[in-house]
T-cell receptor, first 115, second 116 residues
Framework: AQSVAQPEDQVNVAEGNPLTVKCTYS??????LFWYVQYPNRGLQFLLK??????LVKGSYGFEAEFNKSQTSFHLKKPSALVSDSALYFC?????????????FGSGTQLTVLP | KAGVTQTPRYLIKTRGQQVTLSCSPI?????VSWYQQTPGQGLQFLFE???????NKGNFPGRFSGRQFSNSRSEMNVSTLELGDSALYLC???????????????FGSGTRLTVV
């Protein structure tokens, strides 16, 4: 069965500094990888996805993520953090064959951007 | 176009009662997936419905059930509520079922269920 690990429950960063939210995964076959963001009392909003192609994926609100196959990682990054980026971030993975084709989420990372 | 609509937004129930939550997907989307979100467990998959059929089920007891109607609207039901059922219940819609869909999902804002 596939799994997603977000090793940090909480990430704090100063406004204007670069941010990284880490994600590693385990899945059979080729991975489909996603990042979602959740603001308080709201559902999840799609940020970006990787299916194939360029390892650096650009998404909404200036976020990007880098797919690293050898390290099975898909870290979320942003060059300059904003206070409004403070939210809960979820990484998700899906495989491309058999029972792995179900979407599985990580446990989430709370990002706090300090003014 | 309208997003995913979940009703009600908030609900308070007593232990032992049952509850029904509703999810209306984006027009044209035929798959609805349900998730339970709790601080300790993160986002746990409950089940997925596509074309009125349950396609997949997570590891939850039989007290959790669901159904989907011909217009793709879905309901989930929890019977004999327990304190541990307190959570945010989210539904997500997509054009196709999860096993055939590699794209993104659109989530509703959720129903916050509190069991007292």
């Amino acid at each position: 069965a596939q799994s997603v690990a977000q090793p940090e429950d909480q990430v704090n960063v100063a406004e204007g500094n670069p941010l990284t939210v880490k994600c590693t995964y385990s899945v059979s076959g080729n991975p489909y990888l996603f990042w979602y963001v959740q603001y308080p009392n709201r559902g999840l909003q799609f940020l970006l996805k990787y299916i194939t192609g360029d390892n650096l994926v650009k998404g909404s609100y200036g976020f990007e993520a880098e797919f690293n196959k050898s390290q099975t990682s898909f870290h979320l990054k942003k060059p300059s953090a904003l206070v409004s980026d403070s939210a809960l971030y979820f990484c998700a993975v899906r495989g491309d064959s058999g029972s792995a084709r179900q979407l599985t989420f990580g446990s989430g990372t709370q990002l706090t951007v300090l003014p | 176009k309208a997003g995913v609509t979940q009703t009600p937004r908030y609900l308070i129930k007593t232990r032992g009662q049952q509850v029904t939550l509703s999810c209306s997907p984006i027009s044209g989307h035929r798959s609805v997936s349900w998730y339970q979100q709790t601080p300790g467990q993160g986002l746990q998959f409950l089940f997925e419905y596509f074309s009125e059929t349950q396609r997949n089920k997570g590891n939850f007891p039989g007290r959790f059930s669901g159904r989907q109607f011909s217009n793709s609207r879905s309901e989930m039901n929890v019977s004999t509520l327990e304190l541990g059922d307190s959570a945010l219940y989210l539904c997500a819609s997509s054009l196709r079922e999860q096993s055939e869909w590699g794209g993104s999902y659109t989530f509703g804002s959720g129903t916050r269920l509190t069991v007292v």
